[in-house]
């Protein structure tokens, strides 16, 4: 769930107590994949967002 919230790797490795990032990678894998897509929409919004001059920092907005 961590993972899927977008929670950097390395503190849910902590969290859970591997000694090893890979452990929490192999594991988690199928999450991580969502992750990345996720990232990469984003990105892409960023992007878009950046081309139109629309774009806001996020902590500028007011949803």
């Known amino acids: 769930m961590l993972l899927e919230n ?3 790797p390395r503190v ?3 969290i859970l107590g591997h000694s090893d ?3 929490t990678l ?4 199928h999450v991580v ?3 990345f897509e996720n990232v ?3 990105m892409n919004d960023v992007y878009n967002d950046t ?3 629309t774009y806001k920092p996020k902590a ?3 949803d």
């Open 26 to 29: 192999g594991i988690y894998s």
């Open 51 to 53: 081309r139109a001059g």
């Open 33 to 35: 994949e969502q992750v």
């Open 40 to 42: 990469a929409t984003a």
């Open 60 to 62: 500028a907005r007011r």
């Open 21 to 23: 990032i890979s452990t």
């Open 12 to 14: 849910v490795q902590e």
């Open 6 to 8: 977008e929670v950097n």
